[in-house]
């Protein structure tokens, strides 16, 4: 039997095997299963005209393949270039930190503010005024005072001046009551320093009557210890020492203004300025065993490392001569 060069089926151009590349089907004289070529010869396609596309994939000669199934358990999977799986952690609770940086923050500040507050190199004040404040007899002192009576003359007779011969200063031979007294410290030296009545009899302007807080309204008391004839008053109206760099006049409070009362119940009042030495005042003279200091208007806390609220007063004059 002859071969065909053209596929008896579809006309397709045959190659060397024993299927048609086009159609599939078997090449006569190469395949048993061919049908026989018929007499007539297979006319080729017309010139021109292409014969139609190979149809893929081709047919494999022979039984068909059968899939093969692989047994036993599958592979592994290739590892991860991330390394194995880490477990998940459990979320803490997100403001925990929070609350712990603003308690730090809130502690160091605080701490700030007491060294603030206790700086300045001396140690005049570190007994803080919310101690409570005692009399010099050890009792508790009173927080709040009467308001100043208007000035008067008083009800006793007009007073003969003295010989200005005879007139001395008398506050040497006076006691003095107070209303509270600050409790004591030390100074830079780390001497003991002391805050009560008799400072303000001593003649030493760096020592100083003192007392927490701010006695507006309140009053000291002198007694002169007979009667005499004042003819003059006076005062130191705040804390005069200067202690190295620490200038304590201006970091306590200050006297702005008193008003002086005598057993006749004579009231003048005195207006203070800011200076830390004596501002005496003359009086008419006034027949007297006693001498109350009514505290009528007291400056705020001094401001700065040094500020302190304490009301000072560091000496008082009373001059005049034996009735």
């Known amino acids: 039997m002859t071969t065909p060069t053209y596929c008896t089926t579809c006309g397709h151009e045959l190659g060397i095997g024993r299927f048609c590349t086009n159609c599939g089907q078997p090449v006569p004289g190469r395949h048993p299963e061919a049908a026989p070529t018929s007499a007539a010869p297979v006319v080729p396609p017309p010139t021109g005209q292409l014969p139609p596309a190979a149809r893929y994939p081709l047919f494999a000669e022979g039984a068909p393949a059968t899939q093969v199934t692989p047994s036993g358990p599958p592979p592994p999977p290739p590892p991860s270039p991330y390394g194995p799986p880490q477990p998940e952690r459990k979320r803490g609770v997100a403001w925990l930190p929070w609350v712990i940086a603003v308690v730090l923050v809130a502690l160091v500040a605080g701490i700030g503010v007491l060294l603030l507050v206790n700086s300045g190199g001396s140690s005049d004040d570190t007994a803080k005024q919310r101690q409570t404040p005692v009399t010099d ?20 007779a007009p007073v003969q001046a003295p010989d200005p011969a005879d007139v001395i200063d008398l506050t040497g031979e006076t006691t003095a009551e107070v209303p509270a007294t600050a409790p004591p410290s030390r100074d830079r030296g780390n001497h003991p320093v002391t805050f009560g009545a008799a400072n303000l009899l001593d003649g030493r302007p760096r020592t100083s009557w003192r007392m927490p807080g701010d006695g507006t309204g309140l009053t000291l008391t002198f007694d002169l210890g007979r009667t005499v004839v004042l003819t003059q008053v006076g005062l130191i109206n705040g804390y005069a020492k200067v202690d190295g760099a620490d200038n304590w006049y201006r970091g306590n409070r200050r006297i702005q203004a008193v008003q002086w009362e005598f057993d006749d119940g004579t ?55 034996p009735a």
């Open 137 to 156: 007899g050890g009792s508790p002192g009173p927080t709040s005072g009467e308001p100043a009576q208007p000035d008067s003359s008083g009800t006793g």
């Open 267 to 321: 009231r003048i009042t005195q207006e203070l300025v800011d200076r830390p030495t004596m501002q005496p005042q003359s009086i008419d003279p006034v027949e007297t065993r006693t001498v109350k200091l009514h505290l009528i208007t007291v400056s705020a806390p001094g401001k700065g490392p040094n500020g302190r609220d304490f009301t000072a007063i560091s000496d008082v004059l009373l001059r005049g001569a």
